[in-house]
């Protein structure tokens, strides 16, 4: 039995080579490459070896394997058995490997003697502290783009090649509707800002990329960035007509093997660091299968290896009645592995918002990674759309909303924080019981947190005495947990939770039980 035997259903090449080869590993590795390279196909490489050491400096791996240890401890180092091939092959002198030995080791030495005495030179001080401490979060840069622009990538978006045949329910839903919308001024839903974000990169020399399950029609059916052909099945792909030199659109369906997926995505990140990478989760709760990959490297490498990373996580959340499962993207996990200025956290409520982020995630000066809670039940909702002009220079992301009702400032005496879907609850709850002593304030980016916007846009409301968090999540979830001290902090009081009770769960499993609640 070899541990690679599952691989067999892959029908693909199984090598088998021994550890202790140095030669036959590297020949492995150059076929493998060029294999994959010239077929395109899987091909597996099975290096027999074995540990010698334990599995720390206070292990010893004879506690438990006593024989197994006396017989490696009993046989030659693969760098002794190497260096016994080459003398006996007459390449290499008993000197010539001794004094290779001693480089080595002289070097490693000399560097590690090198950082004790200029320690400074090595430890980098991390780029902030936590939100509570740090300097006031920036301002994001402006990513409005011209006119011109906006009619090019329309136009692109719009245009379908000659004798090409789209889905006839495609054309009549969502074609027709991008076409008037960028056409005729009309308002964009959350797909067409997206597309309207990605063509704007690749037209400024950026290769953006996308992988997920079913990212390229989108869980919702919202997205369609792939067209496939009605009567013969060819595919187009609209932005690949804006793909020149090195720049490209990258838009792969990937399988259910999130870790798998998103560490692949968070390598591609890091060495193409002027490329708009993303991994889009089916539902937000399915990134729980990268959790290893999201707690170890996309929140805390820069911490712990100094390395930066631009990685934009998209993951679908919102409670619309859907069960437990599709409904939390668990904020809270996130939310609490948010310090040092380490990541940024949004939960955007209109697609102008949503462009405007993925435009910044580019064009700011910082590289940090970016996790966007996306909509669901949003994407169609009519309230939740964009002006044209919301997508033209100078326009920017903002942190924090104001509310668009502009109530009377002499008259609030309640101010409502609240971030994503919720919102347009509250607003239309209002309207319809005529509440007019209330304002709805939107935190879009819930880390840093806008402490700044966040003063400045309660200041004319001078007479509010009730501060409430309000939130769909259960209040064990949620951003509730991550700023009710910050926002207690912020305004010198004590906030008001209005949400649902904790659960064990991230919602009820029931539509009659959600809407109760």
């Known amino acids: 039995h070899y541990a ?44 027999y070896c074995y540990r010698r050491l334990g599995h720390n400096e206070t292990d010893q791996a004879a506690f438990t394997a006593p024989m197994q240890t006396k017989k490696i401890e009993a046989r030659p180092t693969a760098a002794a058995l190497y260096g016994t091939l080459l003398r006996e092959r007459g390449e290499l002198t008993e000197q010539e490997e001794h004094g290779i030995r001693e480089r080595i080791w002289n070097g490693m030495q000399q560097a590690y003697d090198q950082m004790k005495e200029h320690p400074a030179d090595y430890i980098l001080p ?8 740090s300097p006031i979060p920036r301002l994001s840069v402006r990513t409005g783009i011209s006119p011109d622009l906006f009619r090019r990538i329309g136009n692109i978006l719009t245009e379908l090649p000659e004798n090409f045949t789209p889905h006839p329910t495609l054309e009549k839903r969502f074609l027709s509707r991008r076409r008037e919308a960028f056409r005729e001024d009309g308002p964009l839903d959350w797909a067409m800002a997206e597309s309207l974000a990605w063509g704007s990169l690749l037209t400024e020399n950026h290769t953006v990329r996308l992988s997920g399950q ?19 099945g060819s595919v187009y792909t609209p932005l690949e007509k804006l793909n020149h030199g090195t720049t490209a659109f990258r838009i792969y369906n990937s399988s259910l093997s999130e870790a798998s997926v998103l560490g692949f995505e968070y390598g591609y990140a890091l060495e193409s660091q002027d490329a708009l990478v993303m991994w889009e989760a089916q539902f937000g709760d399915f990134a729980n299968g990268a959790q290893v990959i999201v707690d170890q490297f996309i929140a805390a490498a820069e911490a712990k290896w100094h390395q930066k990373c631009r990685i934009v996580l998209l993951l679908p959340h919102g409670y619309e009645g859907a069960g ?39 064009h700011q000066n910082v590289h940090k990674p970016l996790i966007v809670f996306t909509p669901k039940s949003l994407l ?34 309640r101010a409502v924080f609240c971030t994503g879907k919720v919102y347009y609850d509250l607003n239309a709850y209002r309207k319809e019981h005529g509440i007019a002593d209330t304002v709805i304030i939107r935190v879009e980016q819930i880390y840093p947190l806008a402490q700044e916007q966040l003063t400045y846009l309660l200041a004319p409301y001078q007479k509010v005495r009730d501060f409430v968090w309000c939130q769909e999540e259960p209040s064990n979830m949620g951003a509730w947990g991550h700023l009710r001290n910050r926002l207690g902090r912020l305004f010198a009081t004590s ?11 991230p919602a009820e499993g029931a539509k009659a039980l959600h809407a109760a609640a």
Not at 220 to 228: E, K, M, Y
Not at 495 to 505: D, E, I, K, L, V
Request: some cysteine.
């Open 380 to 413: 169609s909702r009519p309230e939740a759309a964009s002006a044209r002009r919301e997508f033209l220079a100078p326009s920017r992301f903002h942190e924090v909303l104001a509310d668009p009702e502009s109530p009377a400032p002499d008259k609030i005496t």
């Open 126 to 133: 991390v780029s902030a502290q936590d939100a509570d401490e």
């Open 4 to 47: 690679t035997d599952v691989a067999q259903m892959l029908e693909a090449p199984i090598l088998h080579i021994n550890g202790e080869n140095p030669e036959n590993l590297i020949w492995a590795a150059e076929f493998a490459l060029q294999f994959r390279q010239k077929f395109g196909r899987d091909i597996i490489l099975d290096m």
């Open 324 to 362: 437990s499962e599709h409904s939390s993207a668990r904020m809270e996990r996130y939310l609490q592995l948010c310090a040092d200025d380490n990541m940024q956290v949004i939960n955007p409520t209109t697609p102008a918002q949503y462009f405007h982020a993925l435009r910044r995630q580019i």
């Open 495 to 505: 906030f008001r939770y209005a949400g649902r009770p904790p659960m064990a769960c």
């Open 214 to 232: 079913d990212c390229q029609r989108g869980t919702f059916s919202q997205r369609h960035a792939v067209l496939h052909d009605f009567n013969n």
